[in-house]
């Protein structure tokens, strides 16, 4: 039997993690004040997303791995927003923050395969084989009120009824969030100016 990959083997956790690096190199030069206001966000923002595709490969419940997927999507989204703040405030030369965002681009592709080969193997699989006990019947003092085990009844079918065939076919990305991630804010109007300086 092949031995199962493990979560460094990953190339969409890779990628991430390249990009996280490549950044944190950018942010630990700064000056102390850039580098604990907009840096420290943009590491954060960059670590959450490796963070989030590696807890969704531990999770071994379907939703729960796709659950982490849309909070590395989150993360995603955010690391573009402080890339473009480092833009428009002179922090990242304008090409290095566009390597960054090409980077970021292919890395939602990646997500978005990975979200893919998920929702596949959660309908080419078979259910997972467990142990059940009956459920002990509980009375409750009012007739109305359903029963303990016919709530518990309820929810595992509901569980089971969902149809999951509708997210299959949706992306964590969709074609004009990846045509959005590649662009990068037009710095000439954006920079920000001080009277003062």
Request: hydrophobic share 40%; net charge negative; charged share 25%.
């Amino acid at each position: 039997m092949a031995e199962p990959m493990k979560f460094e083997e990953l190339r969409v956790l890779q990628a991430a993690e390249a990009v996280a690096d490549g950044i944190w190199r950018q942010v630990v030069r700064w000056k102390p004040f850039e580098r604990d206001t907009v840096g420290s966000q943009l590491a954060r923002a960059a670590d959450s997303i490796g963070a989030n595709v590696a807890e969704s490969y531990g999770r071994f419940h379907y939703g729960e791995k796709l659950q982490f997927l849309y909070y590395a999507r989150g993360s995603l989204f955010e690391t573009k927003y402080w890339l473009n703040r480092t833009a428009t405030r002179d922090l990242i030369p304008s090409e290095q923050v566009q390597n960054y965002i090409t980077q970021l681009t292919d890395l939602a592709r990646q997500l978005n395969n990975f979200s893919a080969t998920l929702k596949t193997q959660r309908h080419s699989s078979p259910p997972p084989k467990a142990v059940r006990e009956a459920p002990v019947e509980y009375t409750v003092e009012r007739a109305d009120t359903p029963t303990l085990s016919e709530t518990i009844k309820t929810l595992i079918a509901l569980e089971y009824a969902l149809d999951w065939s509708t997210d299959a076919g949706s992306p964590l990305f969709v074609e004009e969030e990846l045509n959005w991630l590649q662009t990068i804010p037009n710095t000439q109007y954006l920079r920000v100016s001080s009277p003062h300086l």
